[in-house]
């Protein structure tokens, strides 16, 4: 079956450095997605992406977070300037259709320290 | 707001018997969409099932099977024939068929006894 990959598994960083998380959809795929999961919560939507635009994005995608699709194959997730709370597993996914079966990758922890 | 909630945030089940994990959600919506997913220690995150809110019949994917009650907002999930591999945390999530942003509930872990 397709996969949904993301690297790296682990980021560690220090807060206030920028960080960029990568993804590579399935390739047939036209929508895309970040969630993120802080150690025992929820999982909580952050953006989705469609058309290479952000089609909708949640109260936690605040000016430090940014999506971009460069080149037709990745869609990478940037924060600007983190933050202790950033410390997450962040995971990326994607599907054919709008409400359709989204598919994750196996995420990406990052700490910041 | 769309809210999801789960009631329990463990269960535990015998091999080889069933398990119901709760869900309920809130919305003024009446076209949307529904969601169990599994994550495995692991931590990826797997369909289990998915539910059209239009449709009446209940989803079903082999040993697993809900049990959508649309007025009184309740999406169960039944897991038949409990096995090891079956324990994980099973999340409830819910779309609104205009909206990609998908909701999920808190989670409820399952244990699965041998």
């Known amino acids: 079956e397709p996969e949904v990959t993301q690297t790296p598994s682990h980021q560690v960083t220090q807060m206030g450095q920028e960080v960029i998380l990568r993804c590579v959809p399935i390739?047939?795929?036209?929508?895309f997605y970040w969630y993120r999961q802080i150690l025992g919560q929820k999982v909580e939507f952050l953006v989705s992406?469609?058309?290479?635009?952000?089609?909708?994005k949640s109260e936690i995608f605040d000016d430090q977070f940014s999506v971009e699709r460069p080149d037709g194959s990745n869609f990478t997730l940037k924060i600007r300037s983190t933050k202790l709370e950033d410390s997450a597993m962040y995971f990326c996914?994607?599907?054919?259709?709008?409400?359709?079966?989204?598919?994750f990758g196996s995420g990406t922890q990052l700490s910041v320290l | 707001a769309q809210t999801v909630t789960q009631s329990q945030p463990e269960m535990s089940v015998q091999e080889a018997e069933t398990v119901t994990l709760s869900c309920t959600y809130d919305?003024?919506?009446?076209?949307?969409?529904l969601f169990w997913y599994k994550q495995p220690p692991s931590r990826q995150m797997i369909l289990v099932i998915r539910?059209?809110?239009?449709?009446?019949q209940n989803a079903t994917e082999n040993r697993f099977s809900v049990n959508f009650q649309k007025a009184a907002k309740s999406f169960s999930l039944k897991i038949s024939d409990s096995q090891l591999g079956d324990a994980a945390m099973y999340f409830c999530?819910?779309?609104?068929?205009?909206?990609?942003?998908?909701?999920f509930g808190a989670g409820t872990r399952l244990t699965v006894k041998p």
């Open positions: 390739s047939n795929h036209l929508y």
């Open positions: 999530a819910y779309c609104w068929y205009n909206n990609n942003d998908m909701r």
């Open positions: 539910q059209e809110a239009y449709k009446q």
């Open positions: 996914a994607s599907s054919e259709g709008p409400f359709e079966k989204l598919f």
């Open positions: 992406f469609y058309n290479n635009e952000i089609s909708e």
């Open positions: 919305t003024s919506e009446s076209d949307y969409y």
